[in-house]
C-alpha cells in the first residue's frame, strides 16, 4: 500500500539554523499538506499546497516558512531561522482530491 | 472561524465495552469531517470520513459516526473496544472548498484488558 514518507525522522538544530523537512507524497496525489504537532497539544494546520503553489495557510505559516516542490516526487518544508518554539512534530500528509488526507510519520524537530 | 472541540480528553474503558467520543464543530458552511487515529508510536490514520449523504458513515476496524448537522456534531462510535483501541482519536473538520483542515485536541482512549 503506498505510503507518505518523511525525512529524517529527527532532527536536531541550533536556534536560527535553517532545516529542511522533506517529505514524498503518494505519487498520484495532488494536494499536499504540512501541519506540525507540539508536545501535547493538537495537531495545527500549516499550509496546503496545489498546482505548484500554497492554496491556504495558517497564522503560525509566516514568513520564516516556505514550501517547495522541486521535483516531481518531494514536497519540502523550510523553516529559515529556527526558533526554540519551533521544536514540535511536522508532519506531511497529501491527497487526491482534497478529501481525506493521508499522513508521514512525522519528523521530529528539536530547536536547542 | 472554523474550530473544533473533543470533551473527552481521556477515556478508561474495558474490553468490550462501547465507545462514543464526542466532537463538535463551529462554522456555519457545507463541512467534510473526519476521524483520525494516531496508534502509540505510528503516525495518523484516516479511520472514516463524511463528505454528504448518509449521516452515519462507517469506518475501518468497526467505527462509525454520526455526522447531525443540527447539533454540529460528528462522534465516533464502536459497539464494543478492544485492547488493541487503545490510541489517540482526533476530529477534523474542513469547510467545502477550502484547503484547511482543523483538527480538535484529540482524545486519549485506553481500553483495558
Known amino acids: 500500500e503506498p505510503e507518505v514518507t518523511q525525512t529524517p525522522s529527527h532532527q536536531v538544530t541550533q536556534m536560527g539554523q535553517e532545516v529542511i523537512l522533506r517529505c514524498v507524497p503518494i505519487?498520484?496525489?495532488?494536494?499536499f499538506y504540512w501541519y506540525r504537532q507540539i508536545l501535547g497539544q493538537k495537531v495545527e494546520f500549516l499550509v496546503s499546497f496545489y498546482n505548484n503553489e500554497i492554496s491556504e495557510k495558517s497564522e503560525i505559516f509566516d514568513d520564516q516558512f516556505s514550501v517547495e516542490r522541486p521535483d516531481g516526487s518531494n514536497f519540502t518544508l523550510k523553516i529559515r531561522s529556527t526558533k526554540l518554539e519551533d521544536s514540535a512534530m511536522y508532519f506531511c500528509a497529501s491527497s487526491s482530491s482534497g478529501k481525506g488526507q493521508f499522513f508521514g510519520p512525522g519528523t521530529r524537530l528539536t530547536v536547542l | 472561524a472554523q474550530s473544533v472541540s473533543q470533551h473527552n480528553h481521556h477515556v478508561i474503558l474495558s474490553e468490550a465495552a462501547s465507545l462514543e467520543l464526542g466532537c463538535n464543530y463551529s462554522?456555519?458552511?457545507?463541512?467534510?469531517l473526519f476521524w483520525y487515529v494516531q496508534y502509540p508510536g505510528q503516525h495518523l490514520q484516516l479511520l472514516l470520513k463524511?463528505?454528504?449523504?448518509?449521516?452515519l458513515v462507517k469506518g475501518i476496524k468497526g467505527f462509525e459516526a454520526e455526522f447531525i448537522k443540527s447539533k454540529f456534531s460528528f462522534n465516533l462510535r464502536k459497539p464494543s473496544v478492544q485492547w488493541s483501541d487503545t490510541a489517540e482519536y482526533f476530529c477534523?473538520?474542513?469547510?467545502?472548498?477550502?484547503?484547511?483542515?482543523?483538527f480538535g485536541t484529540g482524545t486519549r482512549l485506553k481500553v483495558l484488558a
Open positions: 505519487s498520484n496525489h495532488l494536494y
Open positions: 477534523a473538520v474542513n469547510a467545502a472548498g477550502t484547503y484547511k483542515y482543523i
Open positions: 462554522y456555519g458552511g457545507t463541512v467534510n
Open positions: 463524511y463528505f454528504s449523504g448518509d449521516p
